[in-house]
């Protein structure tokens, strides 16, 4: 039986009198694949950005590997082991590629310059970023700096990788590439949870998908049961 | 100090008007930098420019008042020129928006400072019309005619403002462009040129408060500065983004400059509004009112 | 290495170039662009590495030029107390500044500043042991050998303060300090999620750079054997501080240093063949202008034409 990695029990969060998230509870256990869907709005990156760290939830509790975290400041909680990329690219735009593996390299597992540079170029080469090594952030294409984004988080060790939106506006054969990719991540045993709008890729990846809707949970299960759901089918197609 | 609750009452009295005022002075600052997020700390000086320019429309025998509101459409164009011009510039590159917007505000603030003390000198600058000089006599008090003008024209201004962003179509524009610009861009509308448009109204609103800055009392080239401590105390205080939290904010910072004023001299006025922004910035930098 | 060698080589020249002939007024003049030197390195270890914009140089500069005066006028205290005290303040100032408002965005920082600008006036304006508003007169003590009058000592002082901040901005720069900061100043929320503890080296960076600006205040009252709270709190200095930067460049520690020069040597033009006014308005100019139209700096020019004739 595999051990709960994260549990975000009763989470709200409000923002003014709008309440993003309203009692969200969720588990997600070791060297899972989750995916989490919902309509534009819903709350999907406000609860990415509770766990990660970038907000603070109001209420409920977050438990990342036995610790509570809800009280941390994210830089904290990415040297627990938590990753995200971000759902329009952040690169550090004044940096190389390379260089920006180096930041969560020093900072969050602690590597000198040389021996970091040595891993980022392994989790390039597996990108396929190598040859961009040397480049500037700023000049990449949209499906590269999404791998960046990745390749970024991973640079970080994590145990828990969240992916937001990684895919969305990519053509056909590059959202098979970060598939491929986020595949290939789980199989060396990291827990990555998948927000998405690309169904088909939620669907291929996930192994239990969660469904939000105006910052409550309304559906949880497998791919195939989530995808009869009336309830979603209502929030994404409207009454 | 001497104290006495008859003081407290007319410190208070005073405050009230005042604050009124601050409001008024603040709320383009409240609509550029509240709602739509430009780091416009040059605004006190172009509603110093509108002073002068007061000024200079009063030497050829305009009302204060009248000459303000002839400026307004003027100083809407010239709003509108500037959002461009840092759109194009800053906005649009997004990525290093945040230094470079705020260092060009503060060369442009530095810029109208220099030339007005160029061309007007360091001297203060005052105006003449009949409501200046006397007072209401209000039981054992005087209120300073000018006092209640600045108020009457504060409350009109706050009240239309308020009114416009909330009934017109474009003033309800204005506030979702500052909630959300994807949706209202989805909607039809170019929120570029909404933005526009309110950060003119913005500038316009500043001629006439800068009209009434010089009616309350003489102006110097270098009062920008503790304006921008003044207008952003306002602002950060009522919470970004609120009109009506502008009023409130403004009375808060009114009262308590002029307790500060009529019990501790005007050596230590100023420095109020500076310090109520940083403990507002420390405690509850949210705002009492705000989004 | 090569960086140290040219620091020995600069301050030897200095130490020269003190001793020497040369004009008296070389050494007035060279003064007031160290000054600005250590100012525009100071303001740029917070502005251009990570990204947050003061606009109340002058308030930490006055900070620590009043300290020193305070400990001169008290305990009689040599030059290097007083410049240590002055950067003990500056670092003060910069703490508390920063603690309130470096978890808030830059904007509020940059307002914070002007805030403090104004207190710190209206505190010296109301404090009598310092002159308050009309000034103190200082009495200086008989100039150290082997240096004939206080300019040529004064020079010597600040061009190894310039070499000091220099030196740190550099060691910043090319430290993993330097690339955290970066990280803040291209994507302050991606940094924290990387691992970054973005509020400690804001705090770091403003520490260091208050401290900086408060030295680079120590010496300047017995420069004027004078000290009076309008021209010590003056805006001169914090467009100073912030145009050479941006117009030199705010990469690299090389940039305020090209950036200051520039600056004053044009002001010194200006003064001299139009007036002592327009000076000022140049510089607010020439800000604008770099700001919108060369964001990157004269570095950034230099690195674009360099790019552009090697091809």
């Known amino acids: ?239 | 100090m001497i104290f006495s609750f008859d003081l407290l009452f007319e410190a208070v009295l005073f405050g009230v008007l005042l604050g009124c005022f601050y409001a008024a002075v603040s709320i383009g600052l409240s609509v550029s930098f509240g709602l739509l997020d430009v780091p416009n700390v040059a605004h006190p000086a172009v509603m110093i420019v509108g002073s002068y320019f007061t000024y200079v429309l009063c030497s050829y025998g305009f009302d204060p008042i009248v000459a303000g509101v002839v400026l307004m459409p003027v100083f809407f164009v010239l709003g509108v020129l500037l959002y461009r011009f840092y759109y194009e510039s800053f906005e649009k590159r997004g990525t290093e928006a945040g230094v470079r917007g705020l260092a060009f505000f503060f060369g442009i603030a530095f810029i109208l400072e220099i030339a007005l003390i160029l061309g007007f000198g360091v001297d203060q600058r005052s105006v003449q019309a009949e409501y200046i000089g006397s007072s209401w006599e209000l039981g054992e008090y005087r209120i300073p005619y000018r006092m209640l003008v600045a108020f009457g024209v504060a409350l009109v201004l706050t009240a239309s403002l308020t009114l416009y962003l909330s009934k017109t179509f474009t003033g309800r524009a204005i506030k979702a462009v500052a909630q959300d610009e994807p949706a209202l861009r989805l909607m039809g509308a170019n929120p570029v040129r909404i933005k526009q448009w309110a950060f003119g109204i913005a500038t316009g609103v500043s001629a006439l408060a800068g009209a009434m800055v010089i009616i309350i009392g003489p102006v110097e080239p270098a009062m920008d500065r503790i304006f921008i401590g003044r207008t952003f105390c306002v602002v950060v205080l009522a919470g970004l983004g609120s009109m009506t939290g502008t009023l409130g904010a403004g009375l808060i910072l009114g009262i308590s400059e002029s307790i500060v004023l009529m019990f501790f001299g005007a050596s230590w006025a100023p420095a109020v509004a500076f310090g109520l922004l940083l403990i507002v910035l420390g405690i509850r930098p949210q705002g009492l009112f705000g989004r | ?311």
């Open chain 3, 1 to 311: 290495m090569k960086f140290w060698i040219s620091c020995l080589v600069v301050a030897l020249a200095a130490g020269g170039l003190a001793i020497s002939g040369i004009n008296e007024y070389f050494f007035f003049a060279a003064f007031v662009v160290l000054t600005y030197i250590v100012l525009a390195t100071a303001w740029n270890i917070l502005g251009g590495y990570a990204g947050y914009v003061n606009f109340g140089t002058s308030a930490f500069f006055g900070a620590g030029a009043y300290a020193a005066v305070v400990l001169f006028q008290a305990l009689g205290a040599p030059l290097a107390v007083q410049i240590a005290a002055g950067a003990l303040t500056g670092a003060a100032l910069g703490f508390g500044v920063g603690v309130m408002t470096l978890r808030l965005r830059g904007i509020f920082f940059a307002i914070a500043t002007v805030a403090v600008v104004f207190i710190m006036e209206t505190l010296m304006i109301n404090w009598r042991y310092v002159g308050g508003a009309t000034g103190l007169q200082l009495q200086r003590p008989e100039v150290m050998a082997p240096f004939t009058t206080y300019a040529r000592m004064l020079f010597v002082v600040m061009t190894l303060m310039a070499i000091t901040a220099v030196g740190i901005a550099r060691y910043i720069q090319t430290s993993w300090l330097g690339r955290g900061l970066r990280a803040v100043r291209d994507s302050e929320e991606a940094a924290e999620a990387n691992g970054v503890p973005t509020l400690r080296l804001k705090l770091i960076a403003c520490v260091v750079s208050g401290a900086l600006m408060g030295a680079a205040g120590a010496p300047m009252p017995m420069y004027l054997s004078f000290i009076e709270p309008a021209s010590t709190f003056s805006l001169n200095y914090a467009i100073g501080a912030l145009a050479a930067p941006m117009i030199g460049g705010t990469i690299h520690w090389l940039g305020p240093v090209i950036g200051a020069i520039v600056l004053a040597s044009l002001q010194q033009i200006v003064t001299v063949t139009i007036s002592g006014e327009i000076n000022v308005l140049v510089v607010g100019v020439l800000l604008v202008l770099f700001v919108i139209l060369a964001p990157d700096g004269i570095l950034g020019l230099f690195r674009k034409w360099l790019k552009s004739s090697s091809r």
């Open chain 1, 1 to 239: 039986m595999a051990e709960k990695l994260l549990q975000v029990s009763n989470v709200s969060k409000h923002f003014g009198g709008f309440a993003a998230l309203t009692e969200v509870s969720l588990e997600i256990a070791e060297g899972e694949r989750f995916g989490l869907i919902g309509p534009n709005g819903s709350g999907k990156t406000t609860l990415i950005n509770c766990i990660s760290g970038l907000l603070r939830n109001e209420s409920g509790k977050i438990v990342f590997n036995r610790k509570e975290i809800g009280g941390l400041p994210a830089y904290q909680r990415s040297r627990l082991g938590i990753a995200r990329s971000f759902q329009v690219p952040r690169p550090f735009h004044t940096m190389s590629v390379l260089e920006n593996l180096l930041v969560p390299s020093a900072y969050v597992v602690h590597l000198r310059d040389s021996e970091g540079e040595t891993r980022a170029m392994e989790i390039l080469k597996g990108m396929g970023l190598a040859d961009k090594a040397q480049a500037l952030a700023s000049q990449l294409s949209q499906v590269e700096l999404r791998k960046l984004e990745l390749a970024r988080a991973m640079a970080a060790k994590p145990r828990l990788l969240i992916s937001d939106e990684a895919m969305a506006g990519l053509a056909g054969n590059e959202v098979d590439e970060v598939l491929k990719i986020l595949f290939d991540l789980n199989a060396q045993g990291i827990t990555i949870i998948m927000i998405e709008h690309i169904m088909q890729a939620v669907m291929r990846f996930s192994q239990r998908v969660v469904c939000l809707d105006a910052g409550k949970i309304i559906c949880e299960g497998t791919p195939a049961s989530i995808v009869k759901n009336a309830d979603v089918q209502k929030a994404y197609l409207g009454a």
